[in-house]
């Protein structure tokens, strides 16, 4: 992070001490980069979040949280239950028959989804004709075919010896393989199916730095799906595996980051909630939902919240958020420009080398364009933010002088980014106020020459709506 010490200094503070964060700025002073470093410096997430059926009250599902160990020994335990993958040859012939893999005719194997031999074109499964059909010789193969589809399995079960003794066997499809289950794992299974059925929520392998910034109510806090079938047990899904998790519950033992803080509007509510509870419950957000009559209390949101605003937008924060924030954490303004010396100067030297190799479309920078770059940095310190001998730090907008340039270099065929190609993108990268500027001296004075005539004549606010400095004086 180039510039922003005291930030960064902080930003390691709150990782280690489990503070909240806000960070106040300009756009592009890199206050998104800030919140991802703070989130390299946490520990791995150690707690799976799970939902589990509740057979009491269906519509009322239970949470169960789970540590890395205890997830690491079920999935060994899990595996051990999933029996064995073999190729359909390996099989006796009789399983790879009923299971549809092999041709009961011709002898060849293909897969299960072919319900007829690519080879002799006929069922792969054998069925008698039903005795005594007088529409045999019209029909037959029609109910061959029909029943020869209907006669294909997806489980068989079976024995077998070993070690002098016999056991039960299972063999299942499992996509172009078969999968057998011996008579551990079948038992396995049968003792994992005691449990009640649970889905995984927050996985134990995951990213601790969540992204929520422009987050619906729904993708922030969480919802439960709709069922066409109203979670009816034969025809519907089940409520506990209609529940899907909000950030807010994602970010559990990581960082919750959202910029442009003010735009939640009334969301933010929510926000300190789950910052006060660290549990936050789930239900459904649809009054038209089958989901809706769906909650699932006490889901874990246990994570360190960092916003970001602009300078402007810094009152739309909603007050007790704020007080939330600075009676936890942090509130950082950051820097704007940066001292101009040698130490600095390479910093944005440093930069450049960047942006051009992340872009990876421009070619490298010569050393007068570079020069150049560090000099329009000192310019804009000092215009923009009244930064005598100063650097800015307003690199996004760095960055787009320096793409600005390298399009330039390209499309002329030059192998280096030139000082001419600097000087060319510092007149086209403006803003578009600054063109306006440029063009018509003033904000105002661009807007009376804008306007048609026919929005002059219907709109008695655009006549009196002029600068008193300006060379117009209404409109005539």
């Given at each position: ?166 056991e039960v066997v299972v ?33 134990i392998n995951r990213q ?186 307003r690199l996004r907008e ?79």
């Open positions: 992070m180039i510039g922003q010490d005291d930030a960064v200094n902080l930003a390691r503070v709150a990782a280690s001490q489990r503070r909240h964060f806000l960070l106040v700025g300009p756009p592009g002073t890199g206050k998104s980069m800030i919140a991802q470093a703070l989130a390299l410096h946490l520990p791995v997430p150690d707690e799976e979040i799970r939902v589990v059926h509740n057979p009491e009250n269906p519509e009322r599902p239970l949470i169960e949280v789970k540590k890395r160990d205890e997830v690491l020994k079920e999935n060994i335990e899990r595996e051990g239950a999933e029996g064995e993958l073999i190729d359909p040859k390996e099989a006796p012939i009789n399983v790879a028959e009923r299971l549809g893999y092999k041709c009961v005719h011709c002898g060849i194997y293909s897969s299960p989804k072919d319900r007829v031999c690519p080879k002799c074109s006929r069922p792969k499964t054998s069925v008698q004709q039903p005795l005594g059909n007088p529409f045999g010789d019209l029909l037959g193969g029609f109910f061959e075919m029909t029943l020869g589809e209907l006669g294909g399995r997806d489980r068989v079960t079976t024995t077998r010896k070993r070690f002098g003794q016999e063999y299942e499809r499992a996509g172009e393989m078969i999968k057998i289950l011996d008579q551990k794992a079948l038992e396995k299974r049968r003792l994992m199916e005691k449990d009640s059925p649970r889905k995984v929520l927050v996985r601790p730095f969540v992204l929520a910034t422009g987050a619906s109510e729904t993708e922030l806090l969480g919802d439960v799906k709709h069922d066409p079938y109203g979670g009816h047990p034969q025809l519907g899904t089940a409520p506990y595996e209609r529940v899907v998790p909000g950030s807010i519950h994602e970010a559990h033992q990581g960082v919750l980051f959202i910029d442009e803080l003010p735009q939640l509007g009334i969301l933010q509510r929510y926000i300190l909630t789950a910052m006060q509870e660290k549990r936050f419950p789930i239900s459904g957000r649809n009054p038209q939902s089958a989901g809706a009559s769906v909650r699932v209390d006490n889901v874990p949101c246990d994570f360190i919240f960092v916003g970001a605003c602009n300078i402007q937008d810094l009152p739309n924060i909603l007050s007790p958020l704020r007080s939330r924030i600075t009676g936890s954490g942090y509130e950082v303004l950051v820097e704007v420009a940066m001292e101009d010396n040698d130490r600095n100067r390479t910093k944005i030297v440093q930069f450049v080398a960047q942006e051009i190799a992340v872009d990876k479309r421009i070619p490298p920078a010569s050393r007068e364009a570079i020069k150049m770059i560090i000099e329009e940095s000192r310019r804009r310190a000092k215009e923009i933010d009244n930064r005598d001998h100063g650097l800015t730090l760095l960055g787009g002088l320096i793409r600005a340039a390298g399009d330039l270099a390209v499309m002329e065929g030059s192998g280096t980014i030139e000082g001419a190609h600097i000087a060319k993108a510092i007149k086209i990268a403006k803003s578009a106020e600054q063109q306006i500027k440029d063009r018509y001296g003033s904000y105002y004075a661009a807007q009376a020459a804008d306007i048609s005539e026919s929005q002059k004549s219907q709109s008695p606010y655009h006549y009196w709506n002029y600068h008193p400095h300006d060379d117009r004086q209404g409109y005539k």
